[in-house]
């Protein structure tokens, strides 16, 4: 198994709203990220957790909220976002943060109203 | 920390010419360089990579070349094809975290 797998697909929220983005991975890697994309851009880091730890936060916002409640699990929260935080998020993970392939998730597509 | 720069932001080649796409980086630390490939809607999947003990790599019509000394690697693609459009990112990881190029929008006019 060499997917990671990310819930949902899109996601339309309200400015008031909480959600969660939700992503999951069976390949025992112990590395796993959290990133934004707009359009036409590359991935912008958010979270790395590295054995379930988070290891780096790249100054994000409070208003997201990231947790990995396990080895095979990471969790974004969202709360009171802004339009401008409407982007694709990607999961991604690897065997750790060193050289090791990352391999990303499908994404999901929010958008915020 | 880590800066990558990438060359061109656009690319237009007729199919079946070559493709080649230039990154640069500035941490000597960096010490993997993969290169991802994204089509629209779908998400970057890894198309070659290399470590920096090695010069250069080839998979069928698709090589990397790493100049450690210089910083810079790029990414060749041979006989292109139409499902070769796409995005492409290069990255260089410090063995902590990727860092991302802007990435090349590369389309292969039939």
């Known amino acids: 198994d060499t997917e990671v797998t990310q819930t949902p697909k899109h996601l339309v929220m309200g400015m008031t709203n909480k959600k969660s983005l939700k992503c999951e991975q069976h390949?025992?890697?112990?590395?796993m990220y959290w990133y934004k994309q707009k359009a036409k851009k590359p991935p912008e880091l958010m979270f790395v957790?590295?054995?379930?730890?988070?290891?780096i936060n790249e100054s994000v916002p409070s208003r997201f909220s990231p947790e990995c409640p396990n080895s095979s699990l990471l969790n974004l929260h969202l709360h009171a976002l802004q339009p401008e935080d409407s982007a694709l998020y990607l999961c991604?993970?690897?065997?750790?943060?060193?050289?090791?392939?990352?391999?990303f998730g499908q994404g999901t597509r929010l958008t915020v109203v | 920390g880590e800066n990558v720069e990438q060359h061109p932001s656009t690319l237009s080649v007729q199919e079946g010419d070559s493709a080649v796409i230039k990154c640069t980086y500035s941490?000597?630390?960096?010490?993997?360089f993969p290169w991802y490939k994204q089509e629209l809607g779908k998400r970057p999947q890894l198309i070659i990579d290399?470590?920096?003990?090695?010069g250069e790599k080839k998979d069928q019509r698709i090589a990397v070349t790493l100049n450690k000394t210089a910083k810079h690697f790029s990414l060749h693609i041979t006989e292109t094809q139409p499902e070769d459009s796409a995005v492409y990112f290069c990255?260089?990881?410090?063995?902590?975290?990727?860092?991302f190029g802007t990435g090349t929008s590369l389309t292969v006019i039939p």
């Open positions: 991604a993970s690897s065997q750790d943060r060193g050289e090791t392939e990352a391999f």
């Open positions: 390949m025992g890697h112990r590395a």
């Open positions: 957790y590295s054995y379930e730890k988070l290891s």
């Open positions: 941490d000597s630390a960096s010490n993997y």
């Open positions: 290399i470590r920096s003990n090695v």
């Open positions: 990255a260089a990881n410090t063995g902590n975290q990727f860092y």
